[in-house]
Each structure stands twice: as C-alpha cells, then as structure tokens.
C-alpha cells in the first residue's frame, strides 16, 4: 500500500514539473513570437525629401524698436524771455528757420555802450595818428628827441589795439544780439513744445524738439550663417499683423497716400556689423524703413512680420519636419529605420525652413507627428508628393 502512495506521489510530482516546463516553455515561445512580431512590424508615416528651393524668408518679430536718426532740440544759445513763437506744434520747418525770437534787454544797452567806446577809442586813435606823424616829421629834421619819437609811436599803437578791442566787443555783442533767434536744428516737424512765450530762459534751455520720421531706423541680431545669405542695400517688406491702430506717441500727421492697417513698409538692409569681411559668430542687422507715408513713430512695435523680397535658393524642409526648437528632425535610414538627426537651422517662410547644417539634397526627414517616435524603429515613409519610398 505504501508502495503505491509513493509511486503515486512521485507521478504527482512529474506531472506538475511537467506542466511548469510546459508553461515556461509557451512562456518563451509566445515572447520571442511578440518580440519577432514588433521586430517585423513597419509604422507607417509621412515624409518629404531635403532639396532646394527658392525661399523668401518671413521673419516674425514680437517687437520692433524704430528709431529716428534725425531728432534734435532747438536750444537758446543766450538768456532771455520768449517774445514771439513762429512755429507750433506739427508744424514742418526747414534747418535754420526760425522758431522762436528772444528778449535780452541788458544786449541792446551794451550794444550802445560798445558804440559810444568805439567813438571815443576812434577820436583817441585819430589824436595819437597825428601826434606820431608829427613827430615823424621833427625826427626827419632831427628836431625831436628819440624818446619822444617813440613815446608818439606807442600810443598811436597802442590807440590801434583800443580801438580793435572795441570794435570786437561790439561783434560779440551783435553775435549775442542774433541769438536771440532760435532756430531749427534740421528739417523736420516739431514734435514738442517745450516753452511757450513769455517764459525765461538761460542759455542752453531746448525749446523745442524737431524730428524727421521719414525714415527710420531698426536693427534685429543674428547668427553668421545668415548673414552670408543677405547683402547690404537689399529691400524687404514690413507689415504689422495686428496693429489695428498705429498709435502715435508724438502726434505727427499722416502722409498723403497711406494705406493705414493696410500699408505695407518698404525696408532696405542698411548695415552689418561687424562687416562680414570680419570674422563673427553673431552679427547686427541695420534696416531702414520708408515711412513717406508718416503712420509710423519712433517707439517700439509689436507683431510685425519683415519679408525678404528676393528669394533664396537653399536647401529646405518643411517646417513640420522641426522638432524640440528647431533642433531636430527624423531622417529614415537606407534599412528604413529612423535616425534622429540634429541640424542647424535657419529662416522660414510659414512653410519650409532653411536647413545650415545635418541634412543633405535628398534625405527624407518625417514630416507627419514625430510625439513617441524612437530612433532604429522600422518605418515605411510615404513623401508628401504622392510618391512611396519602396524600400529603396
């Protein structure tokens, strides 16, 4: 009886060891067939080949600051009180127009003063004149003594300088007298009115700024690549996406012809520094804006869209293409599997971007969403143009 119980057991036993190998061994099995399965499985996505294109770059700038070159102040060279004032606010002057007229009364006085010297430094020069020329004479006869002789020449020299003296009190005087005009600086509009009639001013007081806004001024950052792309003097387009109204810090008026929220600004590229026979990684860009039309001041603006007009012929990829900052792209491989490529990239036309460095003429970079996407994963790409990369 014990026999069979121990038979029985040890067959018990075989079973579940058994029935353990068995499972392990399904186990196994049904892994490696999943692990084969993902191995032989191909995603299916969406791509589009690296390769030149005319692109005119549309760069999106969040704020602008456009600055006049031209602003200047109209200053009083001499104390006085504002008597008359020629121009008012907006008004258009012309460099050396009056603006303003002073009052200095003590100038008109010492003007006088001045004449009634230069009368009385003349009559002194006229007596010593003749004095020194009569004894000029006596010395010829040698009917006078050399002291004297000199004595005569010192004043009638002396008389001279006096009179010099005079004369140039009363230019700086004149000089004074003129100043009493303020004028403008350089053409423009006054755009402020610092002073108003009757107030007193010292020398050195503004009284008024005047500015050209005709043409005005930006300068935006960027990278050496890019900078080889551009030339100086080339034209671009400003347009301001957002700007319902144009604001105007300073109340210019409005030139004819403008197009308001519609107007489109013609830009010229003006400088880059460092100049690019220099060696830089960074470089400032220098636009000048047509602003004919006067919507525009100097002061910051926001949301504005610049447009190189020329188009460039460089090597692109549709910007879908740009991942983690414009940083990476997807490439497929020759196995068709997926390679995370790091490139430089460059300006863009809401479109396609151009592509510095990391790919070339050709590649195929995964355009459709590459969220989850690893690298060595085996893919079948289909180009954006209708054509399927068969494998290769």
Do not use: W
Not at 345 to 371: H, N, P, Q, R, W
């Amino acid at each position: 009886m014990k026999k069979f119980y121990i038979v029985g057991l040890v067959v018990i036993l075989m079973a579940a060891v058994g029935m353990i190998a068995y499972g392990t061994y399904l186990n196994e099995s049904g892994e490696n067939q999943i692990t084969k399965r993902m191995e032989e499985r191909t995603i299916p996505l969406q791509g589009e080949k690296a390769k030149f294109r005319n692109l005119s770059p549309v760069f999106v700038l969040d704020t602008i600051n456009l600055n006049s070159e031209e602003m200047a102040d109209a200053v009083a060279l001499i104390d006085g009180r504002i008597e008359n004032a020629f121009v008012k606010k907006n008004s258009n002057v012309r460099r050396g127009e009056v603006l303003f007229s002073l009052i200095n009364e003590d100038i008109p006085i010492k003007i006088q003063q001045a004449e009634s010297s230069i009368a009385k430094a003349e009559a002194q020069l006229l007596q010593a004149r003749n004095s020194f020329q009569r004894y000029e004479r006596l010395k010829e006869k040698n009917a006078t003594s050399l002291e004297k002789y000199d004595e005569a020449k010192l004043n009638f020299e002396a008389a001279e300088a006096n009179l010099r003296e005079t004369q140039a009190i009363k230019e700086q005087l004149l000089v004074q007298n003129a100043r009493q005009e303020v004028i403008a600086p350089i053409d423009g509009e006054v755009l402020i009115l610092y002073k108003q009639i009757g107030a007193y001013v010292t020398a050195g007081t503004p009284l008024a700024l005047v500015g050209n806004f005709k043409r005005l001024t930006f300068s935006l950052p960027g990278e050496d690549a890019g900078a080889r792309r551009l030339r100086i003097g080339e034209r671009f387009e400003l347009n301001f996406r957002n700007s319902k109204v144009f604001k105007k810090a300073y109340g210019t008026d409005y030139g004819a012809g403008n197009l308001g929220n519609e107007q489109i600004f013609p830009v010229y590229l003006k400088e880059i520094m460092p100049d690019l026979s220099q060696v830089a990684a960074v470089r400032k860009f220098v636009f000048e804006v047509d602003n004919s039309v006067g919507i525009l001041e100097q002061q910051a603006y926001s949301d504005v869209e610049l447009i190189k007009i020329t188009p460039d012929y460089v090597l692109t990829v549709p910007l879908s293409a740009l991942s983690d900052n414009r940083q990476y792209v997807f490439v497929e491989t020759a196995e068709n599997t997926l390679e995370q490529r790091k490139v430089s990239a460059g300006a863009d036309d809401g479109k396609y971007v151009e592509i510095f460095t990391g790919l070339s003429e050709g590649e195929i970079v995964i355009t459709s969403s590459t969220k989850g996407l690893e690298e060595n994963t085996k893919v079948t790409v289909t180009l954006t143009e209708g054509e399927t990369n068969g494998g290769k």
